[in-house]
C-alpha cells in the first residue's frame, strides 16, 4: 500500500537536491522513499545530527564577518605557517 502525503521544503534545498535526484534518475519521491526506507531499517537517522561547539559558532561568526581570518594562498604558505 501506498501513502500520499505532503510536505514543505526550502526551496533552495528541493532545487540543488532536485538536480542530484535527476543526475541519480530518481524522482523527488523515490528519494523520499529512500531515506525512509534507511530510517525503518537502521532505526534511526541515517546521518549524523549534532549541535556546533561554541568554538565552531565562534569561527563560524568570524568567518562570516571577516574577524580574526587568515586566508592562504597555497597549502604551501599554510604549512610554513603551521610549521610543518
Not at 540543488?16 to 529512500?34: M, P, R, W, Y
Amino acid at each position: 500500500m501506498r501513502r500520499q502525503t505532503s510536505i514543505r521544503v526550502e526551496d533552495r534545498f528541493y532545487k540543488e537536491s532536485g538536480k542530484v535526484f535527476d543526475a541519480l534518475g530518481l524522482s523527488f519521491g523515490d528519494a523520499v522513499n529512500l531515506f525512509l526506507a534507511k530510517v525503518a531499517l537502521e532505526k534511526r537517522i541515517p546521518f549524523e545530527i549534532g549541535i556546533p561547539s561554541d568554538e565552531l559558532i565562534e569561527r563560524i561568526h568570524n568567518i562570516e564577518n571577516d574577524e580574526d581570518v587568515e586566508i592562504y594562498n597555497t597549502a604551501e604558505e599554510l604549512f610554513k605557517e603551521l610549521g610543518i
